[in-house]
């Protein structure tokens, strides 16, 4: 049984090749096949062709087409696996158009010009003594060329045709600038049949405009046969107006009625504070100046002015002081506010900028928008600083505007300490009763008059004066006790009169210089013949009151 089926196998692939090599005859014996169609642009079959698969078919004749070149097929038909259509392909063809002006203007040719297609006309030519009456087909002027329907077929030559004409002219006269009368422009000279009644057409001239009511105007006429026809048209210059823009300025007048071409007369400059006129620009940018010899008006104008910010000279009188090397020497109206520094000055405090000498007004900063050279005074002061004789200066005459310069300048206080003590001393104002009344010696309170009131109170109430308002108890007195001080090597102390004191509290005691108590100090100024002025160093307040102790502190007045 093993040997029967054993060739099974062998039998299968031999009956498979049988099968296999009998489908190839098959395929060899009814191979695939095609249709390819040839056809014209239009749709016209030219030819059709059957292709085995895989083969190539053969396209018939070049076709023709009117007005075109043939430049090939759309598809490719080498190598066909399917049915096809092939389409033939052209370009059209084109054409020069060329123009014989027979003995006028040249006209140039047309080119690159489509089968088939219009051309436009060109610009009419002329020709001395002739009148041009169309393009013709053909040199013997048969057949006239219709720019609208006749189209180019091929390489064309288009022929001028004339008409023998008269003669005539026609005068452009136009309005000069300066008066109101013409200056021939222009002469054309113009041709037409003998007798034809003919109109002139105006020119365009840049900046004028036809006068049509000028009263030598002959803008029609009949031609004559020896062409002495002349016809005139006349022309107006435009006008326009200049404004000028002054850019902050003093305002400018426009000036209007400006003719075409003219140049104008450049106006009085304007002004504006802090600024110099620069001239006048052509536009917004200031880039270009108008020149007013050669620059003409061609359209409505706008000027505009052009400024340069004035420099303004700042100068310090220093009065012997260190400037600040910050505070400028220059300013301008457009410059930013200036905040002036302090200078410094040995042995002296600054008390400001003053636009004078004397007197005048205290100058902090320079403000935007300010004008004019400035001159800044500095001004100086000792107070607050240690006067000769050790103490503190506590008053500048030259505060007071109406102080000359003459005598005395400052007051100085003792230096604290002055009496040998910590604190100063107490001392009483003291009573003057030479007649058993008491009575008023004649003091002062203004500044300036602490040294008279001292002394007149010495004069009056002599080594000792009364202790109380009655009684015989005497005592030393404040006055006595400030004109007997000579510290600091003077002798020229003196009790300060009300409002000398007050100065000494403002500027010492309240700057917590010359080392002062908070109690009442006495001044050399009476209140009444029993009553005194007195000042409270606590808080400043100044008082009528009797003449009981009080601290005294003395000073002296120098230059």
């Not at 803008?219 to 200049?242: E, F, H, M, Q, W």
Request: proline letters at 3%.
């Amino acid at each position: 049984m093993k040997s029967s089926t054993k060739w099974i196998p062998f039998l299968l692939i031999i009956l498979i090749s049988i099968v296999f090599i009998t489908s190839c005859d098959l395929l060899i014996d009814n191979p695939k096949t095609y249709t390819v169609t040839f056809k014209d642009h239009d749709g016209e079959v030219l030819k059709t062709q059957t292709v085995e698969h895989g083969d190539a078919a053969t396209a018939p004749a070049d076709p023709t087409r009117t007005g075109h070149s043939f430049t090939g097929w759309d598809k490719d038909f080498t190598n066909v696996t399917s049915d096809l259509t092939v389409t033939a392909q052209y370009d059209i063809n084109t054409y020069s158009v060329s123009f014989e002006s027979n003995g006028g203007d040249t006209v140039s040719a047309l080119t690159g010009v489509g089968y088939g297609a219009t051309i436009t006309e060109p610009a009419d030519p002329t020709k001395t003594g002739y009148t041009f009456a169309g393009w013709y087909k053909e040199a013997g002027l048969s057949n006239e060329w219709d720019f609208e329907s006749d189209t180019v077929a091929s390489d064309v030559t288009l022929y001028a045709k004339w008409i023998a004409a008269t003669a005539y002219k026609v005068e452009h006269y136009r309005q000069n600038i300066d008066d109101d009368n013409y200056t021939l422009a222009e002469t054309e000279t113009k041709y037409g049949t003998t007798e034809e009644s003919v109109i002139a057409s105006p020119k365009t001239y840049t900046g004028f405009g036809e006068n049509e009511n000028h009263g030598d105007r002959e803008p029609t006429g009949t031609i004559a046969a020896d062409g002495s026809l002349v016809l005139k048209l006349y022309y107006d210059r435009n006008t326009y107006t200049v404004s000028f823009e002054s850019n902050g300025g003093d305002a400018v007048s426009e000036l209007t009625g400006v003719r075409y071409g003219a140049t104008i007369t450049k106006p009085a400059d304007p002004t504006k504070t802090g600024y110099t006129f620069a001239g006048w620009y052509k536009e917004t940018g200031l880039s270009n100046e108008w020149t007013f010899a050669s620059n003409t008006v061609t359209s409505n104008t706008a000027l505009y002015a052009k400024w340069i910010a004035v420099e303004y000279r700042i100068t310090y009188n220093l009065d012997g002081g260190t400037n600040d090397g910050s505070n400028p020497t220059e300013y301008t109206i457009e410059s930013e506010t200036i905040a002036l520094k302090d200078p410094s000055r040995t042995g002296c405090n600054f008390t400001g900028w003053y636009d004078a000498a004397s007197g005048g007004n205290k100058i902090i900063e320079i403000t935007k928008g300010s004008t004019g050279d400035k001159t800044l005074n500095a001004r100086w002061t000792k107070v607050g600083t240690i006067g000769p004789a050790g103490g503190y200066i506590f008053y500048d005459r030259a505060t007071d505007d109406s102080w000359d310069g003459t005598g005395w300048r400052y007051l100085e206080a003792a230096p604290a300490g002055w009496s040998g003590k910590d604190n100063d001393p107490e001392y009483f104002f003291g009573y003057h009763r030479p007649e058993g009344v008491n009575i008023e010696v004649g003091t002062n309170i203004a500044i300036g008059s602490g040294k008279d009131n001292t002394d007149t109170l010495v004069a009056a109430m002599g080594l000792d004066a009364y202790q109380y308002d009655s009684g015989t108890e005497k005592c030393n007195y404040a006055a006595k006790v400030a004109k007997d001080y000579s510290g600091g090597g003077y002798t020229d102390w003196f009790l300060p009169s009300r409002d000398e004191l007050n100065e000494m509290y403002q500027n010492l005691k309240r700057q917590s210089l010359g080392g002062f108590s908070t109690d009442s100090y006495v001044s050399s100024s009476e209140g009444g013949n029993e009553i005194m002025w007195c000042q409270d160093f606590s808080g400043g307040n100044k008082s009528n009151t009797n003449r009981g102790l009080s601290r005294v502190r003395p000073v002296r007045a120098f230059k």
